[in-house]
């Protein structure tokens, strides 16, 4: 049973780590958004921190921050 729990918590860490990546890859979509939608660069860069605060305000309690 041991060996089954390293493993969800394996899987479980490398699906956190693929999540905040895709954060942070935000300046990847950041010029396409811009273009594709008529968005300001400031409207864009606002999503990207309510991004940061949310993850922020969930980590905390989860004892990560």
């Given amino acids: 049973m041991h060996s089954m729990n390293r493993w969800v918590i394996a899987v479980a860490g ?6 905040l990546g895709a954060v942070y890859a935000w300046s990847v979509f950041r010029i396409p958004l811009t273009q594709a939608y ?9 999503t990207f921190e309510l991004a940061i605060l949310v993850l922020g305000l969930a980590l905390s309690p989860a004892g990560c921050g």
């Fill in 14 to 19: 490398f699906v956190m780590q693929i999540a």
């Fill in 38 to 46: 008529g968005w300001s660069i400031s409207q864009v860069t606002l």
